[in-house]
């Protein structure tokens, strides 16, 4: 059972939830950047939350299904259609042989994940076959051409939960630390009482942002430290850079706070442009 990549859009890629553990071997987890958007679309279908698949940023793929398929979206609105009718999010929908699903820009959001019923069958690298842009890891970006087999995973892990509702401007949940210290006081209020803007630089690394300046007290540079999804960097710039799916394992800039991983699907699905804003928290329970 085959889907035929009509065209791959801006960036379409294999995902699943990763690869973790390899952290030591300086392996990210990687995987959806979008983590509920991608269990939502797999229940939907009735496939386990890690089954693989496809993540379209900003442009949406057009594919040709050379079977009957049940499928589903989640994330962001893609204006997709099915033969010319329109598919809603987070709704099973049934493909017939022959058929052409068509995602369109992104009219709100970044990343749109498309779930076959099955999965997608994509060789496995340290158990996943999510593809990591930094390091090159997993299948490579789909190209025109490409076929994709499905119908191998079985096995729902619970049902969907709703939906999350989009607003124009998101509030940030994050931990102070490890290296709040070497800020002046000033900047832990400067990030939980300013709003800041999403670059246009911002993949699936990080999220760069925009905004009040988050001054050091301490100049130098540390030793490289290891870094989790969620860790919000300071350069000497000042500028905050929030790690997402791909981030390196380790970085020298000194992390002032780490986002609630329950929140980063905000600056996953955040165009450039979007504000977004933080508030401090004390504990990591969502």
Known sequence: MTIVVDKP?????????????????????????DRAACIRANRRVGNPDNAAVLEMTLLGARLRFEAEAAIALAGADMHAR???????????????????????????????????????????FLGSSARDLLSGI???PLRAGDRLVFGRAHGAEGPPAPAPEFVDEPVLRFLPGPRDDWFVPAAL?????????????????????????????????????????????VPLDGQPVVMLADHPTTGG???????????LWQLAQSQPGRRVRFTRTETAEP
Do not use: K, M, W
């Open 189 to 233: 209020a400067a990030l939980a009482e300013g709003a800041f803007t999403v670059s246009a630089d911002s993949n699936r690394i990080a999220t760069r942002l925009t905004g009040p300046l988050l001054t050091r007290a301490i100049g130098r540079e540390l030793p490289s430290e290891g870094l989790v999804p969620g860790a919000i960097q």
């Open 82 to 124: 099915l033969d010319g009718v329109d598919v809603a999010l987070d709704t099973l929908v049934t493909v017939q042989r022959g058929q052409t699903l068509a995602c369109h820009a992104a009219l709100r959001g970044v990343r749109t994940y498309l779930a076959v019923a099955g999965g997608i069958d994509a060789p496995l």
């Open 253 to 263: 800039y000194p992390v002032i706070g780490v986002v609630l991983e329950e929140d």
């Open 138 to 140: 997993g299948p490579p």
């Open 9 to 33: 859009g801006s960036l379409t890629l294999i995902q699943d939830l990763g690869r973790a553990g390899f952290a030591h071997l300086a392996v990210p987890r990687s995987g959806a950047a």
